[in-house]
């Protein structure tokens, strides 16, 4: 062997070192808060995202995001909810949804409004029916709720893969919240990814997780094993196909009659469309969902909900400057999370929103 | 089964522990064929078969054209031998490409034949050419045929090489099956190293660069002009790497298990000629074409039109081996046109091939027009319709709009591989490193293995040479 080898080794994990520190994820750190009743980032935890855009997020307390003053009682809090592209760890706090908000509402001469951002990735309508009320006891001026449904599916029913809480339609409809998991070894795994996190040696966690446990959508490595000669066969889906899940106008009722149980203050639904995106390699600039957002977007009027769909400015973008509201250069134009321009864009929709129902302005 | 998957490895495995623990050398040629059928089988074990009759039938051609003296009787064989491959090959490979291409023409005559649901064996481009050189070869007296049926049916079948190249010549495989081959400490490094530096070049670049070429293909003329270029540079390496990672992954697989597979690339991005280029870039297959098609065709023993003819097609029919679709017959015919400028411009000027007495100007020029050339054909040889290249081109060179998506890693890349190249110019002895025993390569080589399982690729990317 050469000699050099044992040197060689240890200089190559420098290079991993560095590698993880330059190019890889932080791995999420959750803790039991009683508070909200469920697990949420640690407070002062910094989460870099590099597989998908480049950001960084700070954590507040209870896993809000831009919330330091929001206990201001002077300045009326917008909480915007939602799942990962309200967490939105694409993109640095300084691009978010909430912080734009903030920079466009502060140069208007208005009523002082300070939006923080509560997001967890895989949370849907059920999560927000079961925290907003929490959250209200730990932000009593909130006085907006404004809720970002990234999908259709985040409205529907009988979904597998969102966490901690359920909308199911059978018999009736309702939400059920899970039982938190068992807390035993969470505080141990808890301490071992601080760790990694610190030394740089995420590509653990991540390599342990792809083997055994499986990335989002997809099984572990462990279990995708074959040995076995095979036939072949054509392409399939590759990841797990979404369950065909529907919904009617009354499901529809059930989700508003219940958001506005729990807000005591206006709420604001805000639909991002995924639209404009790439596919096939033609752009496609029609919401293939139109009809079933338009329909939920009429339940919402008659009941005193704003419904704001981002498809018009959105398309209004690629139009213009030939730019996605999704995607980053690491991945697809079009296709993922909202990269900064389309943080922006939705800022500026929930303050046209907020400007309208305060004041009456309406906007383009 | 590819090289790059987890199975590949566990498989490789108990492959070395039994070579290194049976002594015999009939013994563990029977298991190493056993071993590389059961690696075919994997993919398809139906098409085993089709593998099987194809070793059969040339095996005993080869056998028969030795005992047999009659000229025409000899012939019958070859030409036999001729159909059997060529056939195969054409059913399942070309039949739905003549049939689709053919269509317009057959239709106004009142014949109506249809495309068929064909699965293509993989492997049975580079297994057909394998075959065929052996009887080829047998034929022209320059080879004795296999006695052994286990030898010559590890040699069309030996799993390191047997889906994606090399093709390997039965001249330098047979005689190094006679032989008992102890493994070696020293060949395991050495074909341990090409085998890490293979799956770096494959895993680590040329899948990460293809999530990037893939959309722009396919988005083509909805890019801007420096995406549309960054992605045409970025398929140039991502093929190199691609196909040059798997011929690594073969060779030092190979080495590792005793034997010697010729190099299949050679610093292909540095030729200063179009000829050059083909000297460096799959030479087991521009190799093969030239002693089986471009030689028997009379080379350029028959005068210059002759020889221009012979080029073109070559290159053509080159093109065609690469895949059924006239986007790669004209890949085939710009490098054939290439060579043909090349060919009758050395002859006008009388250089003869004497590189040496090329100005530094003149070489430099030589590169850059070489590397225009291949960049434009690659053009060709990636979109899926002439409507797509023609696409790609326009947003090339005339029209500057469209979407902007500059992906850091492909420029990175391409920024890594300009230096690396640059710097081999001026040091190729340190450049070339890589490969040897000093302080440098352990570092290295460790670094990229373990990028390569860092950033391993969540969904699979099938080798680009896989689909011929």
Not at chain 1, 292 to 311: H, L, P, Q, R, Y
Not at chain 1, 331 to 357: Q, S, W, Y
Not at chain 2, 277 to 288: A, E, G, K, Y
Not at chain 2, 370 to 389: H, P, Y
Request: aromatic letters at 16%; one cysteine or more; proline letters at 4%.
């Amino acid at each position: 062997m050469n000699r050099f080898f044992p040197l060689g080794l240890f200089a190559s994990i420098l290079i991993v070192w560095l590698s993880s520190a330059l190019f890889m994820d932080s791995i999420p750190t959750c803790t039991w808060d009683p508070a909200i009743q469920d697990y949420a980032p640690i407070s002062g935890a910094k989460y870099v995202f590099r597989s998908e855009g480049r950001g960084e997020t700070v954590f507040g307390e209870h896993g809000i995001v831009g919330g330091a003053g929001y206990d201001d009682p002077t300045t009326g809090v917008v909480a915007i909810w939602g799942d990962s592209f309200v967490e939105a760890f694409q993109v640095p706090d300084g691009h978010k949804m909430s912080t734009r908000f903030n920079e466009i509402w502060n140069s208007l001469n208005a009523r002082p409004l300070r939006a923080v951002s509560i997001g967890r990735s895989g949370f849907s309508i059920a999560n927000y029916y079961f925290s907003i009320p929490l959250y209200r006891k730990i932000i009593p001026n909130i006085v907006y709720n404004v809720v970002v449904i990234s999908s259709l599916r985040d409205l529907l029913p009988d979904q597998s893969d969102f966490i901690g809480c359920s909308f199911i339609s059978s018999p009736d409809y309702a939400f059920i919240k899970a039982p938190p998991p068992g807390k035993s070894l969470k505080r141990l795994f808890l301490i071992a990814k601080q760790f990694m996190n610190r030394t740089g040696m995420q590509y653990l966690y991540y390599a342990y997780v792809d083997i055994m446990i499986g990335a989002p959508g997809k099984k572990p490595l462990i279990k995708n094993l074959r040995f076995m000669p095979g036939v072949r066969s054509g392409s399939g889906s590759g990841e797990g196909a979404s369950r065909d899940s529907v919904i009617d106008r009354a499901g529809f009722k059930f989700i508003v009659d219940k958001m506005r149980e729990v807000s005591d203050v206006p709420i604001i639904f805000v639909y991002l469309p995924n639209v404009p995106s790439l596919h096939d390699g033609k752009i496609v600039t029609r919401d293939v969902n139109s009809e079933k957002m338009k329909t939920f977007a009429d339940v919402c009027s008659e009941n005193g909900i704003i419904f704001v769909s981002m498809e018009r400015r959105f398309n209004e973008l690629f139009r213009s400057a030939r730019k996605f509201p999704r995607g980053f250069p690491n991945t697809v134009p079009g296709v993922g999370h909202l990269n900064e321009d389309g943080h922006r864009l939705v800022a500026m929709a929930i303050a046209d929103a907020i400007k309208e129902d305060l004041y009456g302005i309406h906007s383009n | 089964m590819v090289f790059t998957q987890i199975e590949f490895f566990i498989f490789l495995a108990v492959v070395f522990l039994f070579v290194a623990t049976v002594k015999g050398n009939e013994t563990r040629k029977i298991f190493l064929l056993a071993a590389s059928w059961y690696f075919y089988a994997y993919w398809d074990w139906r098409f085993l078969g089709l593998l099987l009759v194809s070793i059969t039938v040339d095996y005993y051609i080869g056998l028969a054209l030795e005992r047999t003296a009659c000229a025409k009787t000899r012939r019958a064989l070859l030409l036999f031998s001729l159909i059997f491959n060529f056939g195969v090959l054409g059913f399942f490979k070309y039949f739905n490409f003549f049939v689709t291409s053919l269509a317009g023409m057959l239709q106004p005559l009142g014949l109506n034949v249809s495309t068929l649901s064909i699965i293509l064996p993989v492997g049975i481009s580079f297994y057909t050419f394998q075959s065929l050189s052996y009887t080829i070869d047998v034929y022209s007296g320059k080879l004795r045929s296999c006695r052994s049926f286990t030898d010559y049916a590890l040699f069309v079948s030996f799993f390191p090489q047997l889906v994606a190249g090399p093709i390997v010549r039965a001249s330098d495989f047979l005689p190094q099956l006679e032989t008992y081959r102890a493994l070696s400490k020293v060949r395991m490094i050495e074909g341990g190293r090409l085998l890490v530096l293979g799956l770096f070049k494959k895993v680590f670049i040329a899948d990460h660069l293809a999530r990037y070429v893939d959309v722009v293909f396919s988005g083509a003329g909805l890019f801007d002009m420096a995406t549309t270029w960054l992605a045409v540079l970025a398929y140039s390496i991502q093929i190199f790497c691609d196909f040059s990672g798997y011929s690594d992954m073969a060779i030092g697989i190979a080495k590792m298990l005793g034997y010697d597979f010729t190099v299949n690339f050679r610093m292909p991005y540095l030729a200063d000629s179009i000829s050059d280029f083909w000297r460096r870039w799959h030479i087991s297959l521009s190799t093969w074409l030239r002693d089986y098609l471009y030689i028997p065709l009379g080379g350029s023993r028959k005068g210059r039109g002759r020889t221009y003819f012979n080029l073109m097609v070559t290159m053509l029919l080159g093109g065609l081996w690469h895949g059924a679709a006239w986007t790669f017959v004209f890949w085939g015919g710009l490098h054939g046109a290439a060579l043909v400028i090349s060919k009758h411009y050395s002859l006008l000027s009388g250089e003869r091939g004497l590189r040496a007495e090329r100005s530094l100007a003149a070489r430099f020029a030589g590169w850059a027009g070489t590397m225009f050339i291949v960049a434009i054909g690659w053009v060709f040889f990636r979109s899926q319709t002439f409507t797509d290249a023609a696409l790609i081109l326009r947003h090339m060179f005339l029209d500057s709009t469209g979407i902007a998506w500059y992906s850091p890693f492909a420029i990175g890349v391409i920024l890594a591989f300009s230096a690396y190249y640059l710097y081999y110019v001026f040091r190729p002895d340190r450049a070339s490193a890589l490969l040897f025993d000093n302080i440098y390569s352990p570092f290295v080589l460790m670094s990229m293995l373990w990028l390569t399982i860092m950033f391993y690729p969540k969904d699979f990317q099938p080798f680009i040479y896989f689909q011929f």
